[in-house]
């Protein structure tokens, strides 16, 4: 069956593929196989392996956790979107990483190169997976940085965990309130945006991020400069994903109310938003979290997209490094 015959509204296949990609973030809350804060530090199954220079971890329930761990200096931990892994943050760890800042990424479970697990593809594991990380590497004054959801990943993981470890925080086109359209929240996107998205994915998933590349870049703009690299690039990490866990994390970021996460940050939080983003539109993403996270900053880039961390690294980057700075 078709992407089109799966969509209740009938849209055309690029109309579809524009609609459905704008809702490319946020994150369900499932229980499941989580791992309590109090006792990451104590878990006699913690593992960490630098073979071959590939450094990974081992979390509670046996899933082999990805991680590039550069520099030194104080921490910059970031959380990559979906469907990508750490590789999205290139541009970003090496510009910190050169200014005397140690920079760590990790793969979420089931993207990239860590493992791909069946069960656990939910918002509370991954952000306990990204604690047993900040506890194996022993990390303080953190900052934490994620994008699409990852700013997801990074409000879940101070609701969760805490801010203790963390200095500042930074949610770039982060998929943080809540985006999926209810009688609460009557300004998110309807449920079968997301089945379409869903529908893409286990009907050919290769295609589907393909032609997702042009709304996340804005190259289906008028006059916009395509680069075939990014797209390609792209393509490539959502393709080292597992199938299940992507599908799974479909669900977790469309059904997650990150409300509450937001009302625990207490540090400074800086909130970086495109205001011509086709997949997590600004007015009902970053404009709220400005207001609900306390004393947070807001940025507005006009004219910019989903995946500008990418795209415009050259403007996102010298930012970036203000806030940290400042």
Same mark, same amino acid.
Request: hydrophobic share 40%.
């Given at each position: 069956?078709?992407?089109?015959?799966?969509?209740?509204?009938?849209?055309?296949?690029?109309?579809?593929?524009?609609?459905?990609?704008?809702?490319?973030?946020?994150?369900?809350?499932?229980?499941?196989?989580?791992?309590?804060?109090?006792?990451?530090?104590?878990?006699?199954?913690?593992?960490?392996?630098?073979?071959?220079?590939?450094?990974?971890?081992?979390?509670?329930?046996?899933?082999?956790?990805?991680?590039?761990?550069?520099?030194?200096?104080?921490?910059?931990?970031?959380?990559?979107?979906?469907?990508?892994?750490?590789?999205?943050?290139?541009?970003?760890?090496?510009?910190?990483?050169?200014?005397?800042?140690?920079?760590?990424?990790?793969?979420?479970?089931?993207?990239?190169?860590?493992?791909?697990?069946?069960?656990?593809?939910?918002?509370?594991?991954?952000?306990?997976?990204?604690?047993?990380?900040?506890?194996?590497?022993?990390?303080?004054?953190?900052?934490?940085?994620?994008?699409?959801?990852?700013?997801?990943?990074?409000?879940?993981?101070?609701?969760?965990?805490?801010?203790?470890?963390?200095?500042?925080?930074?949610?770039?086109?982060?998929?943080?309130?809540?985006?999926?359209?209810?009688?609460?929240? !009557?300004? &998110?996107? @309807? /449920?079968?945006?997301? *089945?379409? +998205?869903?529908?893409?994915?286990? %009907?050919?998933?290769?295609?589907?991020?393909?032609?997702?590349?042009?709304?996340?870049?804005?190259?289906?703009?008028?006059?916009?400069?395509?680069?075939?690299?990014?797209?390609?690039?792209?393509?490539?990490?959502?393709?080292?994903?597992?199938?299940?866990?992507?599908?799974?994390?479909?669900?977790?970021?469309?059904?997650?109310?990150?409300?509450?996460?937001?009302?625990?940050?207490?540090?400074?939080?800086?909130?970086?938003?495109?205001?011509?983003?086709?997949?997590?539109?600004?007015?009902?993403?970053?404009?709220?979290?400005?207001?609900?996270?306390?004393?947070?900053?807001?940025?507005?880039?006009?004219?910019? !997209?989903? &995946?500008? @961390? /990418?795209?415009?690294? *050259?403007? +996102?980057?010298?930012?970036?490094? %203000?806030?940290?700075?400042?």
């Amino acid at each position: 069956m078709s992407i089109q015959e799966n969509v209740q509204t009938r849209l055309s296949r690029r109309d579809f593929v524009m609609t459905a990609a704008a809702a490319s973030a946020t994150a369900l809350l499932l229980p499941h196989r989580a791992i309590a804060s109090s006792s990451l530090a104590t878990l006699s199954n913690q593992k960490l392996s630098t073979d071959n220079g590939t450094k990974t971890i081992t979390v509670k329930d046996g899933t082999t956790i990805y991680f590039k761990d550069w520099g030194e200096g104080q921490p910059v931990v970031f959380s990559h979107g979906w469907p990508l892994n750490a590789d999205a943050w290139d541009s970003q760890m090496q510009y910190l990483g050169q200014r005397g800042y140690r920079v760590i990424a990790h793969d979420r479970r089931s993207h990239g190169r860590s493992g791909q697990t069946w069960d656990g593809n939910e918002m509370n594991t991954y952000a306990d997976d990204l604690a047993f990380l900040f506890e194996t590497l022993d990390l303080k004054k953190a900052i934490m940085v994620g994008h699409s959801t990852g700013g997801g990943e990074v409000a879940r993981y101070i609701g969760r965990h805490g801010s203790k470890r963390v200095a500042k925080a930074v949610l770039i086109s982060s998929v943080v309130p809540f985006m999926l359209k209810t009688e609460m929240n !009557p300004g &998110g996107l @309807p /449920i079968n945006v997301f *089945d379409g +998205i869903r529908s893409g994915v286990a %009907a050919d998933r290769a295609q589907f991020y393909r032609d997702l590349t042009l709304p996340f870049f804005g190259y289906n703009r008028p006059g916009a400069t395509v680069s075939e690299g990014i797209q390609e690039n792209f393509w490539l990490q959502g393709m080292q994903g597992g199938i299940k866990g992507h599908y799974d994390c479909i669900r977790a970021f469309s059904e997650t109310d990150f409300t509450d996460d937001l009302k625990k940050i207490n540090i400074p939080t800086l909130v970086m938003h495109g205001d011509d983003d086709q997949i997590v539109p600004f007015a009902d993403t970053g404009a709220l979290t400005a207001k609900i996270v306390k004393n947070a900053q807001l940025k507005v880039y006009p004219g910019f !997209p989903h &995946g500008m @961390p /990418i795209s415009h690294a *050259d403007v +996102i980057n010298p930012d970036l490094l %203000a806030f940290i700075r400042s």
